[in-house]
């Protein structure tokens, strides 16, 4: 009895052990169920708010699936991240915005420095060359001067000519001489061969002899007589014209003389930068045979007309070259240092923005800035009116204020998607609105289309669709608060 009695009490503990270890486990297992449920419940967002548009036409939205009106696709959910909250605004998520690499910079009032490159080349100074002509007919007997580029001073004899018209003055000269000089003449006679003798004078020095020549006349005994032409400057002959026994006529070419001392820098600048440039501006530049010398002057002659081929206008720095470095013909590359927008009491500063912020599409320049105070990075786009372009910046002339954040990097991808919402991008953008006249549609609100239209109490309401003119049509009055020909 005792030993049956004690395999019972044995049984039972064994039992109640068991029961307590399943009952733990039990525990174990619904506990941590509980909580998977709980942790996924506080995990799961809330209802999101969605967005419906098709592929093809991106001004059709709604806001549940369904299909397009236009081409019965069906509609597609739309980009969060992206949102258009007003019509030409558009809204990225600021994970977005990092993805895009938006940057901005403010639009500034301030003076420029602007280096203007230019390509030109080294020229005579034409006003330091001479033209040596003969005086007279005659045959050359002998040139001094005999290949060009050779160095020439101011006298030093040139040619010697011989002129058979030449030699009949000088001998009318000097039968006047005689004339004065004879002692058996009459006074009268003397005075008459006076004034014959001053005018043969005066006509060999129109033919060529120096007064010195004319004056030793009397005391050569060799009749024929050779006029010597002498250089008329400093320089070297740039052409010859003649050779030795040729025979010229009066006013003929014999040889151009040019000084180097004195040398044209003349750089081509285009039509668009001809305004830029002004008298004075200092100017450099660089020519290829004497690398990393840099040679300067300032800009002396800006010319009046435009070449006709190449759209260029000539602008020229005079330069002093005493050391003979440069030489004509000689190709240079320049840049003319140009400041503009000094402020002065009846002009301010022109306004500049980043020359990568404008998108131009041929007929406009659109420029998309950020809108402040939002609680998402927000945009719009602008169309400007540009002006000049200096190097890196444009000139904006309307269309923007001073410290607008305008975009500088990015830009092409805001447009883009603003065109894959149907919003006003740089292809679509409306010409400015004049007061009263429609610019988006009143259904949806994307920018109208001028072929898709009804008329409404005798006005013409435009939409951006086909699919909106339906729309309207089953109620008008809805609408009529979003037209403004309807609240003159």
């Known amino acids: 009895m005792k030993m049956q009695c004690r395999k019972n009490r044995s049984g039972k503990a064994m039992l109640w052990l068991m029961a307590i270890i399943v009952a733990f486990i039990l525990g174990v297992f619904l506990a941590g169920y509980f909580n998977r449920q709980d942790k996924g419940r506080s995990d799961t967002p809330g209802p999101v708010s969605e967005l419906w548009y098709c592929s093809m036409h991106p001004q059709i939205k709604q806001d549940k699936p369904g299909l397009c009106p236009l081409c019965n696709m069906d509609l597609i959910v739309m980009d969060q991240s992206v949102v258009s909250d007003l019509p030409g605004e558009i809204s990225f998520n600021p994970d977005a915005i990092k993805l895009m690499e938006v940057a901005t910079a403010p639009a500034q009032r301030r003076e420029i420095e602007y280096e203007l490159r230019l390509t030109g080349r080294v020229k005579y100074d034409e006003q330091a060359q001479s033209m040596l002509t003969a005086w007279t007919a005659g045959r050359i007997e002998r040139l001094f001067v005999d290949y060009t580029g050779q160095q020439v001073i101011k006298g030093s004899p040139m040619l010697e000519l011989y002129s058979p018209q030449l030699n009949t003055a000088v001998e009318e000269y000097l039968q006047a001489y005689r004339a004065v000089t004879d002692s058996g003449s009459s006074e009268l006679v003397r005075q008459s061969a006076q004034a014959n003798m001053q005018l043969a004078a005066a006509k060999?020095?129109?033919?060529?002899?120096?007064?010195?020549?004319?004056?030793?006349?009397?005391?050569?005994?060799?009749?024929?007589?050779?006029?010597?032409?002498?250089?008329p400057a400093d320089g070297i002959v740039t052409q010859r014209y003649q050779v030795q026994g040729n025979y010229v006529k009066a006013g003929d070419n014999l040889f151009s003389i040019a000084d180097l001392n004195k040398l044209w820098v003349v750089f081509d600048v285009f039509e668009s930068d001809m305004a830029k440039i002004k008298l004075g501006d200092e100017a450099e530049f660089t020519t290829p045979a004497y690398a990393g010398e840099v040679f300067s002057g300032q800009v002396s002659f800006i010319s009046p007309v435009v070449d006709p081929v190449s759209r260029t206008i000539e602008v020229r720095v005079n330069y002093d070259n005493s050391n003979g470095e440069l030489k004509p013909d000689m190709l240079v590359q320049g840049q003319v240092k140009v400041k503009y927008g000094h402020q002065s009491p009846s002009r301010q500063q022109p306004l500049l923005i980043p020359a990568s912020s404008p998108l131009m599409t041929g007929k406009r320049a659109i420029v998309y800035v950020a809108v402040p105070h939002r609680e998402r990075p927000t945009y719009t786009g602008r169309e400007v009116e540009l002006g000049r372009r200096w190097g890196d910046y444009y000139e904006v002339l309307n269309g923007l204020s001073e410290g607008d954040q305008v975009v500088v990097s990015g830009n092409f991808k805001i447009d883009s998607s603003i065109q894959l919402s149907g919003g006003m991008s740089m292809m679509n953008m409306s010409d400015p609105a004049v007061p009263g006249e429609q610019m988006f549609c009143p259904v949806m609100g994307n920018p109208i289309d001028k072929k898709v239209f009804v008329i409404y109490k005798g006005q013409k309401v435009y939409f951006c669709c086909p699919g909106c003119d339906k729309k309207f049509k089953e109620d008008p009055e809805k609408y009529l608060d979003k037209l403004p020909q309807f609240n003159k």
């Open 204 to 231: 060999l020095e129109q033919m060529g002899l120096a007064h010195q020549q004319i004056e030793l006349l009397p005391q050569n005994n060799q009749r024929a007589v050779y006029v010597t032409i002498n250089a």
